[in-house]
């Protein structure tokens, strides 16, 4: 029995790994900075109240969640596959019987030594 395969479309492709590394640091350095600003506001922010200790523990778990993050990589994005053959549409008209023959060009040289 013979199993066909469809030849994988540009469109369905996975992201480049140098693309998924550019996205996971960009996500990665997004949430430290929100950290690096928690951490600033925990310190900052007077007078100290319930909201220092929000921002304290924020400072705290977003490593964590900011490794995860980044590990995590691009599973969640989901491709799907195109296929050329929906887009292409057959030609409608109908086809001349008579065969149309293509123009024919003829170039004649003359060598170097012939006399003119």
């Given at each position: 029995m013979?199993?066909?395969r469809d030849a994988a479309s540009v469109t369905s492709l996975?992201?480049?790994p140098k693309?998924?590394?550019d996205s996971r640091t960009r996500r990665y350095l997004i949430s430290m900075s929100i950290r690096m600003v928690c951490f600033a506001l925990a310190?900052?922010?007077t007078p100290y109240g319930w909201y220092t200790w929000v921002f304290a523990i924020?400072?705290?778990v977003l490593p964590?969640?900011?490794v995860v993050a980044a590990n995590a990589g691009s599973d969640s994005t989901?491709?799907?596959a195109e296929s050329p053959q929906q887009a292409l549409e057959a030609p409608t008209g109908k086809p001349?019987?008579?065969p149309v023959e293509p123009p024919v060009i003829r170039i004649s040289e003359k060598g170097r030594d012939a006399a003119p």
């Open positions: 013979k199993h066909t996975p992201q480049s693309a998924e590394a310190l900052f922010v924020a400072a705290g964590y969640i900011a989901v491709t799907r001349s019987s008579a």
